[in-house]
């Protein structure tokens, strides 16, 4: 299984991420978020697999697989504001 962490955003604001676990692509885990009905519903994502970059917090198992808030996020990984900022210019 791989990791992968999608944001979703509409266009004016953040509403959400997820760390998911799939054994598929960055697809797949989109795929597994809308099944799982953790996705917000029409939103733009950003979706990359988590578990292979280095520096980043291990995510523990009760924050996988359902929503966080933007809140949550921030405090568990300081460093998805940097993530957050590039939402700020989806078209």
Do not use: C
């Amino acid at each position: 299984m791989s990791l992968y962490y999608i944001s979703f955003a509409d266009p004016l604001q953040f509403r959400g991420a997820v760390f998911i676990e799939t054994e598929g692509g960055v697809v797949d885990a989109q795929k597994a978020a809308d099944d799982q009905e953790i996705s917000p519903g029409d939103v733009e994502t950003l979706a990359f697999r988590y578990d292979n970059l280095s520096g980043v917090p291990s995510v523990p198992p009760a924050m996988r697989n359902r929503l966080l808030s933007q809140e949550e996020l921030l405090k568990f990984w300081p460093d998805a504001k940097d993530v957050m900022s590039f939402e700020d210019h989806l078209p």
